[in-house]
Structure formats: C-alpha cells, structure tokens
C-alpha cells in the first residue's frame, strides 16, 4: 500500500539548533517526494521535491530508496521555520499526491 | 490577484443541510484538486479534474460531487451533511496532472466547513 509516515506530530527545538523532520514511504513504484509547508495563517506550498536536489530556505531532504526515507534537514533552525510540515508521496501519475499526517516545528528563541 | 481562492471561508450549517464550496485558480492550470483535511491535520485527495474531466476519484461518499464548469473552476457539492463531514476542504490546482507526477500544486486558503 502507498503510505507516508511522518512519525512526529511536533517537533520543538531552540533556534540555532538543528532540525530534522523524519518521512517514511511506502510505495512499490519509483517514488516522487516532496515537502509541503504551512506558515501560520498562510496557505500550503511546495518547500523542495527531491528531483530538485535544491535547498530551500536552508532546507535539503535527501531520498534514500535502501531506507524509504525522505528526512528534511536544516543545520541551524530559525524562529521564522515555525510551521506545519507535511510529506507527500507522487504516485502513479495524474499528480495524485499522498500525504503524511504532518509534524508541526517549533522554534523557539 | 489571488492564485486559488475558495468560497466561503468559514461555513458552518446544520445535519442534513446541502452546500457547495467553490473555487477558482486564475493561474490557466489544466487540473484541479479538492482535499480534506480532518481534525487530525491529516490532508486526503478527494478529487482531480483535469481540464473539466474527472481523473481522480478517491473512496468518498457519493453525497460528494464535484463540478467542474470549465478548467478555472472545481466546485464542491455535499448533499445531506453529516457531522463526520466536519473538516477544512482544500482546493488546488497544476500545470498538467494528466501525464506527470511533478507539477507543484498551488492551493487554496481552504475551507472550514462545521456541521451541527
């Protein structure tokens, strides 16, 4: 079955400190992974996808097939990173995307 | 100049009431997408129409129909709400989810939909 695992519901952490928001998948297929984000009163967008291999923001996430994994990184986080983060799996065309349930980073001073 | 914008906001109606959501992208994509988002956070495909045809079709109750007019508009159509039905309805659109699985989606403001 197509699944996305985001096992933490929040994740809190001092600024400067670093950042990793955890994403499993599962997915028979070749995978398409992204991240999503939504800022406070803001609307969901794209943060990264992996084919991109960019850094967004001070973010990289990095697909790793052996282990499933699609762990979004930041070396130093910042108050202004605060946001809901979801990880979703592109599936079998038509852009159908499947979700993970979400973890939401605090940053605290 | 907003992307994708839904109507209303906030919608809050009484069991058994009918009710649509609409929405709108002003950003010429080709396909359009309806999610739910339950109390959970938890964000699920309901729909996709890709240029007025219906793509996507995820296990939803049929008092859920979607409309889609033409491609800049994917309205949402619940008959005999249910509490269960209570929960944020996102809208959002692509450049082409009929072949690729790339495209960034745009979405919407969303939805709060309370049932009483």
């Known amino acids: 079955a197509q699944r996305v695992t985001q096992p933490e519901k929040l994740l809190s952490v001092f600024k400067g400190a670093p950042v990793e928001l955890k994403c499993n998948y599962s997915?028979?297929?070749?995978?398409?992974l992204f991240w999503y984000v939504q800022y406070s009163r803001q609307r969901l967008q794209l943060l990264l996808r992996h084919i991109s291999r960019e850094s967004i923001k001070g973010f990289t996430a990095d697909l790793n097939k052996g282990e499933t994994s699609f762990h979004l990184k930041k070396p130093f986080a910042q108050e202004e990173d605060s946001a809901m983060y979801y990880c979703a799996l592109g599936s079998g065309g038509y852009n159908k995307l499947i979700f993970g349930a979400g973890t939401r980073l605090a940053v605290h001073p | 100049d907003t992307a994708v914008s839904q109507t209303p906001k906030y919608l809050v109606t009484q069991m058994g009431n009918d009710k649509s959501i609409k929405c709108e992208q002003n950003?010429?994509?080709?396909?359009m997408y309806w999610y739910k988002q339950d109390s959970k956070k938890f964000l699920k495909i309901m729909f996709s129409?890709?240029?007025?045809?219906?793509?996507i079709n995820e296990t939803v109750p049929n008092r859920f129909s979607p409309k889609s007019p033409d491609k800049a508009h994917l309205n949402l159509h619940i008959n005999s709400l249910e509490l269960g039905d209570s929960a944020v309805y996102f809208c959002?659109?692509?450049?082409?989810?009929?072949?690729?699985?790339?495209?960034?989606?745009?979405f919407g403001p969303g939805t709060r939909l309370t049932v009483l």
């Open positions: 129409y890709n240029n007025k045809e219906l793509i």
């Open positions: 997915y028979s297929g070749s995978p398409e």
């Open positions: 959002a659109s692509s450049q082409d989810g009929a072949a690729r699985s790339t495209d960034t989606q745009y």
């Open positions: 950003l010429g994509h080709d396909t």
